[in-house]
Structure formats: structure tokens, C-alpha cells
């Protein structure tokens, strides 16, 4: 091992990834040919939040060294970050064929399991991790959120215990147990975990997030929210396609039953609009109280990149809309008032595609949204030139839009782009 990758290694562990980036680039420059560089690059670009590159050096890793099995558990961690499990399943597969005893292996096998809402299969994994290795940290972490998503939630704190016991300074076993505790409603319990976790790592964004989740639920609608959201998390894939499709088929039939029984009516139109409450709750939810939280000055802290992101993206197009829509009605202009509505209309998509965890979903929203944009812009330059019919083809496929990006987001966060 040369001296740029023994000092590389060094400058990783204390967190100094720029350092480590210039080096080991320096050291790819002298020998192309080195694996080892190429897979601590991945590192020291990953703790930069560079996870595109990140996954590009790691395939660069694999493709000098592919009988290595570490280097493929290494590449499928890298795209289960970017949300690319389709070729992160091919990765670990080849890690597992290689050495099917590898602990980190089982343990990304595990996780990319629980990424895909394979429950059952997440907790296999994770148990067969643990009998080769009882003391290994990772896979108690996931044991941990594979009980927790089946709704364990006694053995998850056990297993969080265990964690916590062996190392009172796990950042991951304190992020682990506050999960459970949430899962539990215990907010405030919750709340002092993660702290804690990102008090022994500052980086933990995930555990910046579950905290920020602590502060909203002080909220009454937001804990509405969150139970609704901690259902539909323990759903597979299928039994939430099965959820979406029989409620839209219980409301059609809800729907018919009151035409034909006017006396029903008074009973069923509750029903419908609980149901139609609750699809909104479960989109408007985040970006809204994301931003609430966003101008609080203590709770801006507790945003992720992502999160502050989407909570700009709503106030800005919410609050441009407006005064646009203002100057409009005030100055008796059609196309400004028009486009303002339609700009603040955007509020929600765009927060949506700022905020969209999976870098694809980001990509295909983003377009959406942009599409989306034009036809409001359209809309309100045919009301300027007094193109009426233009206006209505406009309107209508902003609205056909609108419907399909709302469908398509949740279509994304289903599939989770696997």
C-alpha cells in the first residue's frame, strides 16, 4: 500500500474527504490501475455528498477488481444511496456468489431488502448476518429498522438496547432507537435520541430529519399524518398498489350506491371527503409544515438539504404566485391574475420534485415540472393576446398535468425507482 493511500485512509477517518478527494486523485493519476483508490475515492465522495461521482469511482473499483467481493458490497452501497437497486441487487448477488459468508454482503443485501419493502427477506438477511457476526454494529442497526418496519416494536428496542449497551456512543444505535420510539408516538423520548445521535455525528442527516419529525408532530394534523404514513411504510408494494386501487373502487361504488339511495347521501358524503382529506393530508403535509418549520428560527436547523429545498420551492412559488395574482385583481389584468393563481397552483409539484428522495425521481419530476411551468406561461400569454381557445386546450392539459405528476409522484415513491 502506497503512502497517498495509507494518508488517504487517515484523512477519511477524521472526515477531511476534500483532502482525501485531491490525493487520491493525484494517486488514480500515477496508477489507473489501482482499485483501492478508486473505492476510497467512492468514500471520500460520498462524505462530500457527491454521490453520483461516488458511484462512478465505485463501478470503476469493480471493473478493475470484479472477483472482489468487498468491492461489489462497496458498489451496491454506493447505489442504494443513489437509489439505483435494480443494479445494486445485480452487485450484491455477485458479492454473495463470491463469498457467501460475507457480513457486509448480507448486511447491504438486508438493507437494499428494506429499501424495497421486502420486509420478511430484510429480516433474513440481517438474522443470517448476525449468526456469523453477533457483534456486528451494522447489522444490529438493521435488525433493528427490519423490526421496527414489520411493527416489532418490542423486539426493535430490545435489539436497540443491545446496541446501545455494547456502545453507549453509537450515533446509529441512539438514531435506531429513536426511530422505535417514534414508530411508539413518543415524541419527546424520540426527540432526546436523536440528539443524541447528532451530537456523537454532526453529519447524520437522517437523524436531523427524524427530529424535525419530533418537532412537527407537536402538530395535531401532522400526527394525523404521520400515522398515516407509519401504516402505509409497513405496506409492501403490492398491498399499497392493492390500497390505492380498492379505495379508488370502494369510493367509485360509495359513489354509486348514493345515486341510486338519495337517503344514504348525508351518510356516504363524509365518508368520500375523509377520503379525499386524507390523499391531500398525505401530499400537502411535508412541504407545508416543512415550511413552517423553515421560518422557525430554531427549527430551520433541523431541515435536510432536501427538505430546505422543497420548503423553497412552496414559498417561493406560493408567495410569487400571490403578489402576481394581487397585482393582477388590482390592475385588472386577466393574464397576470391567471398566472399567478397557476404559479401558485406550481407550489406543491415543485416542492415535490425539489424534495423527491430518489435522484431519478428528481430528474423525470423536474421535467414534469418545468412542462408544467410552460403551460402556465401559455395559459397566461393567450389571456394577454385574447386567444380563447388556446387558453382552454392550455388549461386543460395544465390540469391533465397537474393529475398525472400527482399520480407519477406516487407512482415513484411506491416503486421506490426499483
Known amino acids: 500500500m502506497s503512502d497517498s493511500i495509507e494518508r488517504a485512509i487517515l484523512l477519511i477517518d477524521n472526515n477531511r474527504h476534500a483532502e482525501a478527494e485531491t490525493l487520491l486523485r493525484a494517486a488514480i493519476g500515477e496508477d489507473p490501475s489501482a482499485a483501492l483508490a478508486y473505492a476510497l475515492l467512492a468514500d471520500a465522495l460520498t462524505g462530500q455528498e457527491k454521490l453520483q461521482e461516488a458511484g462512478d469511482a465505485a463501478r470503476q473499483a469493480v471493473g478493475l477488481a470484479p472477483d472482489d467481493a468487498d468491492y461489489q458490497v462497496m458498489l451496491a452501497r454506493k447505489l442504494i444511496d443513489l437509489d439505483e437497486y435494480r443494479e445494486a441487487g445485480t452487485a450484491v448477488e455477485t458479492a454473495l456468489r463470491l463469498d457467501p459468508e460475507n457480513v457486509d454482503g448480507l448486511t447491504a443485501a438486508g438493507l437494499l431488502a428494506l429499501n424495497r419493502r421486502e420486509f420478511d427477506k430484510a429480516a433474513q438477511f440481517t438474522d443470517e448476518a448476525l449468526r456469523l457476526d453477533p457483534n456486528d454494529e451494522a447489522a444490529q442497526h438493521l435488525r433493528v429498522m427490519a423490526t421496527t418496519a414489520r411493527g416489532e416494536h418490542e423486539d426493535a428496542l430490545e435489539a436497540a438496547d443491545v446496541v446501545l449497551e455494547e456502545n453507549p456512543e453509537s450515533a446509529g444505535g441512539h438514531l435506531a432507537r429513536g426511530l422505535v420510539l417514534l414508530e411508539q408516538k413518543k415524541y419527546e423520548d424520540a426527540a432526546e435520541h436523536f440528539k443524541e445521535a447528532l451530537r456523537i455525528d454532526p453529519t447524520l442527516d437522517f437523524a436531523r430529519e427524524c427530529l424535525g419529525m419530533t418537532l412537527k408532530a407537536r402538530n395535531p394534523i401532522y400526527r394525523l399524518y404521520l400515522r398515516w404514513s407509519s401504516f402505509t411504510e409497513r405496506l409492501d408494494r403490492k398491498q399499497l398498489w392493492l390500497l390505492i386501487g380498492g379505495s379508488y373502487v370502494f369510493i367509485r361504488f360509495l359513489r354509486g350506491f348514493a345515486r341510486s339511495n338519495p337517503e ?94 430518489s435522484q431519478r425521481a428528481r430528474r423525470i419530476l423536474g421535467r414534469w415540472f418545468f412542462a408544467l411551468a410552460a403551460l402556465a406561461l401559455l395559459a397566461a400569454g393567450s389571456i394577454a393576446v385574447d386567444a380563447d381557445d388556446l387558453f382552454l386546450v392550455t388549461v386543460v392539459l395544465f390540469v391533465l398535468g397537474y393529475l398525472g405528476f400527482t399520480f407519477y409522484g406516487a407512482k415513484l415513491q411506491i416503486d421506490n425507482v426499483s
Not at 310 to 339: E, K, M, P, Q, Y
Request: proline share 4%.
Open 264 to 357: 344514504w347521501e348525508p351518510y356516504v358524503a363524509p365518508i368520500i371527503f375523509a377520503y379525499v382529506g386524507l390523499v391531500f393530508l398525505s401530499w400537502t403535509s411535508e412541504p407545508i409544515f416543512n415550511s413552517l418549520l423553515r421560518l422557525d428560527k430554531q427549527g430551520r436547523w433541523f431541515l435536510t438539504k432536501r427538505q430546505l429545498a422543497s420548503s423553497n420551492a412552496f414559498l417561493g412559488l406560493l408567495g410569487s404566485g400571490a403578489v402576481l395574482a394581487i397585482a393582477g385583481a388590482t390592475l385588472d389584468v386577466g393574464a397576470l391574475f391567471v398566472g399567478g393563481l397557476l404559479t401558485a397552483a406550481l407550489c406543491l409539484p415543485g416542492a415535490t420534485a425539489a424534495g423527491a428522495e
